[in-house]
């Protein structure tokens, strides 16, 4: 059946405009203003026909709008002359401010923000709006009464689009609003993935994961249309190395093509070229990395349109290539204890990869192994699979060579000899007393070290000697002395062979009297009395001193006496 003309030209103008019918889904549009929700909630049924969006009024003050989505931003200098078409209707009348101030269409772009007041405002059912975009149908810049722009600054605002908002609000009460059949004749429209099946959305792509450094870098049902003809499309990788290139498979006849590198490609329309060709050589083109070493990771294409508009898109593909890791050769090391920290990932041999994980995961920063911290042991480097592409696996062994131990500090008993041996394994080792024997003998308390080497490394340690009585104190005092200057048994005193504390020794005569003190058991008695020449008798003495045993405090006390003899 062959079409009426002018069906056949609305068909062909809607095919190509960018529309919001609502038919499956709100679409992303949005609200501002004293909305009850900032998104538009989407209603199946009721619209115009089909499903609808509606926008309810919070009713706290202010004026809300219906808010488009990024779609309908960026370049549509092609939009100029044509129509912006929308229906709408609002759930009240009553109190309409059919003369308030605020604008039905603002449309922000370019700096300016240019907005336009409707003859009519909506109705209870579906009201149609055609508005022209034009600088001289009823547009103004900034408010109802500012100036109107010009021509340039009209194509300005189009050739970068920020927003547009539609007003839904038109009475101060509570009321709601719906809105369908959004069309903003621009006829443009890139999408490198239509579906949006890649995961990526606003128009770019992402790639199916790929196991070699190879991949499309557009989906098959990637879009591009254009109302005005397309002068060029730069393709380039970003942030690539010399390696990667772009390579066309065949050259659509219409186009010419230029590689001002092989990381860039340039179609130009060579006259006769429509947005079919491009689509056609985009679809046709691939991306290689040619290195010996792919670098696994995501790729990053860019895409820039230009038509008699200028720069009119810019689109990204994201392609991640995972071709197989090479995480290197195993290695091993032997380190001593108490070494600086140091990274295991030199240790592999080959030409291992960055960008892996240690298992057992390491504590210290990436990789550092820290040898007074880390255990010793065999340490996995992974890089792990994405996807159905393999990962690869390799490890180190770490020894670590440990410090021999003289012992723990101690105590041991005065009548005890303590021997301290140099431990198996060490070689080329010294006391601290200089010598090289190989074992010390310890009698008086003190510190004894020893150095020496394990392997390559060096080592050094000391123990602590202390020592203590291990049995009470047998001291001697003898019971007779005869003071006549003859030089034999002339001094009486407390014979005490232990370490002391404190000591007090008395001696009494016969009356009572006390004739004789000493604090120190060196100081003995001479016989005499208060300087007189000694007198031959019985003395009574009292002794109480303080000594250690086994570590603590220990008095003895002892009474006696001791005959002179002249």
């Given amino acids: 059946m062959r079409l009426p003309a002018l069906l056949l030209l609305l068909f062909s103008t809607t095919a190509l405009a960018q529309t919001s019918t609502f038919d499956t889904g709100n679409e992303g549009w949005e609200t501002s203003g004293d909305a009850t929700s900032p998104t538009a909630a989407w209603l199946a049924n009721g619209g115009n026909p089909g499903g609808y969006i509606r926008v309810t009024d919070q009713s706290?003050?202010?004026?809300?709008?219906?808010?488009?989505?990024?779609?309908?931003?960026?370049?549509?200098?092609?939009?100029?002359?044509?129509?912006?078409?929308?229906?709408?209707?609002?759930?009240?009348?009553?109190?309409?401010?059919?003369f308030g101030g605020d604008p039905d269409v603002i449309l922000f772009g370019g700096g300016l923000q240019l907005v336009f007041d409707n003859a009519v405002t909506p109705g209870l059912t579906w009201t149609h709006y055609d508005i022209l975009l034009r600088e001289d149908a009823g547009w103004h810049k900034t408010t109802l009464n500012g100036p109107i722009p010009t021509q340039a600054e009209f194509r300005a605002a189009l050739a970068n689009v920020a927003g547009i908002r539609i007003r839904g609000e038109y009475?101060?009460?509570?009321?709601?609003?719906?809105?369908?059949?959004?069309?903003?004749?621009?006829?443009?429209?890139?999408?490198?993935?239509?579906?949006?099946?890649?995961?990526?959305?606003?128009?770019?792509f992402l790639a199916d994961t790929s196991c070699i450094p190879y991949s499309v870098i557009a989906d098959f049902d990637a879009d591009l249309f254009s109302g005005k003809p397309i002068d060029s499309v730069i393709i380039r990788i970003l942030y690539a190395t010399s390696d990667?290139?772009?390579?066309?498979?065949?050259?659509?006849?219409?186009?010419?093509?230029?590689?001002?590198?092989?990381?860039?490609?340039?179609?130009?329309n060579g006259g006769a070229a429509d947005a079919s060709d491009f689509l056609q050589a985009i679809q046709l083109m691939h991306y290689s990395d040619l290195s010996p070493n792919p670098v696994r990771g995501e790729r990053l294409i860019e895409f820039r349109v230009?038509?008699?508009?200028?720069?009119?898109?810019?689109?990204?593909?994201?392609?991640?290539?995972?071709?197989?890791?090479?995480?290197?050769?195993?290695g091993d090391t032997t380190v001593c204890a108490g070494s600086p920290s140091f990274d295991l990932f030199g240790l592999l041999g080959?030409?291992?990869?960055?960008?892996?994980?240690?298992?057992?995961?390491?504590?210290?920063?990436?990789?550092?192994?820290?040898?007074?911290?880390?255990?010793?042991?065999?340490?996995?480097?992974?890089?792990?699979?994405?996807?159905?592409?393999?990962?690869?696996?390799?490890?180190?062994?770490?020894?670590?060579?440990?410090?021999?131990?003289?012992?723990?500090?101690?105590?041991?008993?005065?009548?005890?000899?303590?021997?301290?041996?140099?431990?198996?394994?060490?070689?080329?080792?010294?006391?601290?007393?200089?010598?090289?024997?190989?074992?010390?003998r310890v009698a008086t308390p003190g510190t004894y070290g020893l150095s020496g080497n394990i392997g390559a490394c060096s080592f050094a340690d000391s123990v602590r000697v202390d020592f203590y009585t291990c049995k009470a104190c047998a001291f001697y005092t003898p019971n007779v002395f005869s003071p006549n200057d003859d030089g034999v048994n002339d001094i009486w005193q407390v014979f005490l062979p232990c370490a002391?504390?404190?000591?007090?020794?008395?001696?009494?005569?016969?009356?009572?009297?006390?004739?004789?003190?000493?604090?120190?058991?060196?100081?003995?008695?001479?016989?005499?009395?208060?300087?007189r020449q000694p007198l031959q008798g019985v003395y009574v003495w009292r002794l109480e001193w303080t000594g250690e045993l086994f570590g603590v405090p220990k008095t003895y006390s002892k009474e006696g006496d001791v005959t002179v003899l002249r």
């Fill in 60 to 98: 706290v003050g202010g004026t809300w709008y219906f808010q488009a989505p990024s779609k309908y931003h960026g370049a549509k200098c092609d939009a100029y002359d044509t129509y912006l078409r929308y229906d709408q209707f609002v759930s009240d009348t009553n109190n309409q401010q059919l």
């Fill in 306 to 330: 230009y038509t008699v508009c200028g720069e009119v898109a810019i689109r990204y593909a994201y392609l991640p290539i995972y071709p197989p890791p090479n995480t290197g050769l195993p």
């Fill in 500 to 531: 002391w504390q404190q000591f007090r020794l008395e001696v009494y005569d016969r009356w009572g009297s006390l004739v004789f003190t000493s604090d120190d058991p060196e100081k003995g008695w001479d016989g005499r009395t208060q300087g």
């Fill in 350 to 440: 080959g030409t291992p990869e960055p960008g892996g994980y240690w298992q057992p995961q390491l504590p210290g920063a990436g990789g550092l192994f820290d040898p007074q911290k880390d255990p010793a042991g065999t340490y996995a480097y992974i890089v792990p699979p994405a996807g159905a592409c393999p990962g690869d696996t390799t490890a180190v062994g770490i020894n670590i060579i440990q410090p021999f131990q003289l012992g723990n500090d101690t105590t041991i008993c005065y009548d005890e000899l303590l021997t301290l041996a140099v431990p198996p394994g060490l070689t080329d080792w010294q006391w601290s007393d200089g010598s090289n024997r190989p074992d010390l």
């Fill in 244 to 268: 990667e290139v772009l390579e066309l498979d065949a050259i659509p006849g219409a186009l010419d093509v230029m590689a001002p590198d092989p990381q860039q490609l340039k179609l130009v």
């Fill in 171 to 204: 009475r101060a009460q509570a009321d709601f609003g719906g809105l369908d059949n959004f069309v903003l004749e621009s006829n443009f429209g890139f999408d490198l993935d239509g579906d949006d099946s890649s995961g990526a959305y606003d128009g770019d």
